[in-house]
């Protein structure tokens, strides 16, 4: 894979462009890509996340737009539960550090091509599906093993509009509005 320094003009390359263009389902860790990677504690509910408004929209229209979203996080608790229940996250698999057998089931369940799949995580444990996918990003505050194996590098931060960026470049790339 080739990495990239972020900026949204690289979003705009032929070869990112090729890539987002076959893109079927974006698929996505949640502690910091989702999240800015920060967890709180609330008094009678228990350790909880940060989510960002903007990314929740995102993945909104780009599901109308035909992309299909999957989660993949090595973490499981109650708050991203509810979260994708409430985006109405057909694909969520949590608790389990090894991606690959979730990404083996997304592949298996909608019989998409990996060439098909753009995931976005920022840790080691997502470098095998990083490698894997058609196409790859992370966002700047990833460690640099990821950072040196994706397609691209989000402007924004995990948890600010991250996976906002992503989504509407997949609908941008594919004809879906120039937003």
């Given at each position: ?21 076959k ?70 698999f ?33 470098i095998?599906?990083l ?17 040196g ?7 924004t ?23």
């Amino acid at each position: 894979m080739t990495s990239t320094t972020s900026s949204g003009k690289l979003l705009e390359t032929p070869d990112i462009q090729a890539r987002l263009k076959k893109i079927k389902i974006l698929i996505l860790d949640v502690d910091g890509v989702l999240t800015d990677g920060r967890i709180f504690w609330l008094e009678n509910h228990g350790w909880t996340r940060f989510f960002n408004i903007k990314d929740g929209y995102g993945l909104k229209i780009l599901m109308k737009a035909g992309i299909q979203v999957a989660i993949i996080s090595g973490g499981d608790s109650k708050d991203v539960r509810t979260r994708m229940e409430f985006l109405k996250i057909q694909h969520v698999f949590l608790g389990d550090e090894d991606k690959i057998k979730a990404l083996e089931k997304i592949a298996a369940s909608t019989k998409f091509k990996y060439e098909e799949m753009a995931f976005m995580g920022d840790d080691l444990f997502d470098i095998p599906v990083l490698e894997k996918v058609g196409f790859s990003a992370t966002v700047p505050h990833a460690v640099e093993p990821v950072k040196g194996r994706v397609h691209y590098v989000t402007e924004t931060p995990g948890g600010w509009g991250a996976v906002r960026e992503i989504a509407d470049a997949i609908r941008r790339a594919q004809g879906h509005g120039p937003y």
